[in-house]
């Protein structure tokens, strides 16, 4: 079993940056691939970015963040994380953390594990 606990939501203007965390526990993380997913009131849960587990870890972006956001990973401190830079209020949603033993994770069937979730506000 693994545990996620994401963190680093809050509310920010229009332009502003946050990051979040996402802390795994309860197994080997360094073989984990590792996603964000958000989620908007009213839609179904969307990609967002993937690092894969293994030596150097390849990303994948979905295209509305790209130049934006940036997904890396400490395998030492069983974490990953989100630097979100010039947020829009369209970036408002809550924030998943999902893993999975294997592959980069691509979409929501991927996902074996999820954290609770972080609210990130945008204000305009």
């Known amino acids: 079993q693994v545990q996620l606990v994401e963190s680093g939501g809050g509310l920010v203007q229009a332009g502003g940056s946050l990051r979040l965390s996402c802390v795994a526990s309860?197994?080997?993380?360094?073989?984990?691939?590792m996603a964000w997913f958000r989620q908007a009131p009213g839609r179904e849960r969307e990609f967002v970015a993937a690092?894969?587990?293994?030596?150097?870890?390849?990303?994948l972006y979905t295209d509305s963040v790209k130049g934006r956001f940036t997904i890396s990973r400490d395998n030492a401190k069983n974490t990953v994380y989100l630097q979100m830079n010039s947020l829009k209020p369209e970036d408002t949603a809550v924030y998943y953390c999902?893993?999975?033993?294997?592959?980069?994770?691509?979409?929501?069937?991927?996902?074996?594990?999820w954290g609770q979730g972080t609210q990130v506000t945008v204000s305009s």
């Open positions: 690092v894969s587990w293994y030596g150097g870890g390849t990303t």
């Open positions: 999902a893993a999975r033993s294997g592959p980069l994770i691509r979409t929501t069937r991927d996902s074996q594990y």
């Open positions: 309860g197994r080997t993380f360094g073989s984990f691939g």
